[in-house]
C-alpha cells in the first residue's frame, strides 16, 4: 500500500474495518509497518493517535532517527524498539542519518479505542506468560526469530509464529498468553480497546 502522501510504501497487517481500501476513509484501528529510507515528511492521520517502533536495522547497524513536530516546536530522538506516541494531526518530519531500517506503526481513532504496546525480547528457549485483562483485541507480531503461542483458556494446540508474522486473537474475557521462544525472537504485543 502507498502511503497517503505518496513517499513511501508499508505492509498493512490489519485495518477495522476490514473493507477499507482507501486511507480517505475513516477507520477505527490500523496496524502496520513501513521502510524508512532516509529523511522526509510522515503522512498526516487527522483524527488519530500515532504509536510508532523504530525496529532494528537488518544490517545490524541502527540509523539515527529524529521526529519533528514544527507546529508544537518539538524534536524527539526515537529509541530502537522504543514505542513513541504522538497526535497524527501532527506535521510530523523525520531527519535520519545513518541507512535504512522499518518501523511498526499502530493508529488509532480519537474517541473509539485507545492501543496498548508492549515490546519483547526474548533470548533462547526462553517462556514468557503475559496477563491480558478484559475484552479487547490482541495483536502479536514477530518481527525476528520464531515463537510458539498458546493461550491459557483455550485447549487449540500451540501456535507457531514465524518472523514477520503476526497473530490476531478476538478476546472475551482475561486469560494469558504463553509465548516459547525458539532462539532469539523479538515480539511487539499490541491491544486495542
Known amino acids: 500500500m502507498k502511503w497517503k502522501n505518496g513517499k513511501g510504501k508499508t505492509v498493512q497487517f490489519f485495518i477495522h474495518p476490514e473493507d477499507i481500501k482507501d486511507l480517505s476513509e475513516p477507520f477505527s ?107 479487547c483485541e490482541v495483536f502479536v507480531y514477530c518481527f525476528a526469530g520464531k515463537v510458539g503461542i498458546s493461550l491459557s483458556t483455550s485447549e487449540h494446540p500451540r501456535i507457531e509464529l514465524d518472523d514477520k508474522k503476526m497473530l490476531r486473537i478476538h478476546q472475551q474475557d482475561s486469560q494469558k498468553i504463553i509465548v516459547v521462544s525458539k532462539g532469539k525472537s523479538n515480539l511487539i504485543l499490541t491491544r486495542i480497546k
Open 29 to 135: 484501528f490500523r496496524l502496520s509497518s513501513a521502510d524508512l529510507l532516509g529523511s522526509g515528511p510522515f503522512s498526516k492521520f487527522e483524527g488519530y493517535y500515532r504509536h510508532l517502533i523504530q525496529l532494528p536495522a537488518q544490517n545490524g547497524i541502527d540509523p539515527e532517527i529524529v521526529l519533528e513536530h514544527p507546529e508544537i516546536g518539538k524534536k524527539h530522538a526515537l529509541k530502537v524498539l522504543e514505542p513513541y506516541y504522538f497526535d497524527g494531526n501532527l506535521e510530523t518530519f523525520a531527519e535520519q542519518k545513518g541507512g535504512d531500517t522499518k518501523d511498526f506503526n499502530v493508529f488509532t481513532r480519537k474517541g473509539q479505542c485507545e492501543a496498548s504496546i508492549q515490546v519483547f525480547e526474548l533470548n533462547g528457549e526462553e517462556s514468557k506468560s503475559i496477563e491480558i485483562e478484559g475484552k
